[in-house]
């Protein structure tokens, strides 16, 4: 079967950096993405790593290590705005079907 | 602009009652599958296609069932048999390229009262 591991809330302040860390267990893994999600609304795609390494796009990073199957969202600058609830999604052929395995989520407060 | 149409975004039911919650989209994309949140959790897989006249049971799809008889749509019913209908569906879909990104629908809030 598949997991996956995320703290389950985070607080941080205004400006700072947060790190969200997500850790998985999964066969036919394809990559990891990352979705935020605010309250009453849908997901919406943050970033994918296929390969390991560290994605860059503005102020969020996605860092991915396929041998230690562990990746991490980073957040830098905070805004309020930021305050949402954040899920790592697993994509991967374990049962002979393309489709995404969500965590749990992690809660992101931002405070000022 | 394409997207992921979901309707209504707010549904009331009796217990006892079948519903359906309509998916459409205009992406193009071969790809759907529906999505159940509870409060505070992630998202559940219930069924998914890959292609028109085809589609799978994902990990809770008991109480549920789905038909896609067009690319575009992809409607799920909650049966009655479904215990603990109350959750936040979500619709999504992805295209063909390997980037992980789904993309979803608004939601439909279902409450059983």
């Known amino acids: 079967g598949q997991s996956l591991e995320q703290p389950s809330e985070v607080t941080a302040v205004e400006g700072a950096i947060v790190q969200i860390n997500c850790t998985y267990q999964t066969s036919g893994f394809y990559g990891l993405s990352w979705y935020q999600q605010h309250d009453g609304g849908a997901p919406t795609f943050l970033s994918y790593n296929a390969l390991d390494g560290l994605e860059e796009t503005g102020r969020f990073s996605s860092f991915l290590s396929r041998s230690d199957s562990y990746g991490y969202l980073l957040l830098q600058e905070l805004q309020m705005k930021d305050s949402a609830s954040y899920f790592c999604a697993v994509s991967s052929m374990d049962t002979g079907r393309r489709a995404l395995t969500f965590g749990s989520g992690t809660r992101l407060q931002v405070q000022p | 602009d394409g997207g992921i149409t979901q309707s209504p975004k707010y549904l009331f039911r009796k217990e006892g009652q079948n519903v359906t919650l309509s998916c459409e989209q205009n992406?193009?994309?071969?790809?759907m599958y529906w999505y159940r949140q509870d409060p505070g959790q992630g998202l559940r897989l219930i069924y998914y296609s890959q292609i028109v006249n085809d589609f799978q049971k994902g990990d809770i799809a008991e109480g549920y069932s789905v038909s896609r008889e067009k690319k575009e749509s992809f409607p799920l019913t909650v049966t009655s048999a479904q215990k603990n209908p109350t959750a936040f569906y979500l619709c999504?879909?992805?295209?063909?390229?390997?980037?992980?990104?789904?993309?979803f629908g608004e939601g439909s809030r279902l409450t059983v009262l």
């Open positions: 999504a879909s992805i295209g063909r390229s390997n980037t992980g990104e789904l993309f």
């Open positions: 992406l193009n994309h071969d790809a």
